[in-house]
C-alpha cells in the first residue's frame, strides 16, 4: 500500500475509492451551522486529485451540501456564493496539529482531521 504524508498525498490511481461513491474516503467531522450552536456531526467525503488538490464535500443538517477546498498548502475556500447570505461570507482556517478548523462567515463552523483530506 502507499503510505500518505501531508508532503506526498495518495495519487488518485493508488487511492481506492468508497463502494458506490465518488469519494476516497468518507468520515463524519465536526460541524455547526450558527454561531450559538455547539458542534454536532456531519457525514463527510474527500475527492483526492493527483496534483495533491482535494475537495471535501459535506452534508449539512438542513439538507444542503457545502464543498471545501484544499491544495497542497491547506485550506483554500468553498463553495459559498452571495445566494447564501451576508452571514456565510468569508473564510477562516487554522491548522491546529492535524486538525483543520473552518469558519465560513459568522455562522458555519468545520473541524477536519488532516487524514481525510491527504489519505494514510
Do not use: W
Request: net charge negative; charged share 20%.
Amino acid at each position: 500500500p502507499v503510505e500518505a504524508t501531508p508532503a506526498q498525498p495518495l495519487l488518485e490511481q493508488a487511492d481506492a475509492r468508497v463502494a458506490g461513491t465518488e469519494f476516497h474516503a468518507t468520515s463524519q467531522i465536526a460541524c455547526a451551522l450558527a454561531a450559538s450552536q455547539p458542534m454536532g456531526q456531519c457525514d463527510a467525503g474527500v475527492i483526492r486529485n493527483t496534483d495533491g488538490s482535494a475537495v471535501v464535500k459535506v452534508s449539512l443538517p438542513d439538507g444542503r451540501t457545502r464543498s471545501l477546498f484544499f491544495d497542497r498548502s491547506g485550506a483554500k475556500g468553498s463553495d459559498v456564493s452571495a445566494a447564501d447570505g451576508v452571514e456565510a461570507q468569508g473564510f477562516k482556517t487554522e491548522k491546529v496539529g492535524d486538525l483543520y478548523k473552518i469558519a465560513l462567515g459568522s455562522n458555519e463552523r468545520y473541524e477536519l482531521p488532516e487524514a481525510l483530506i491527504v489519505g494514510g
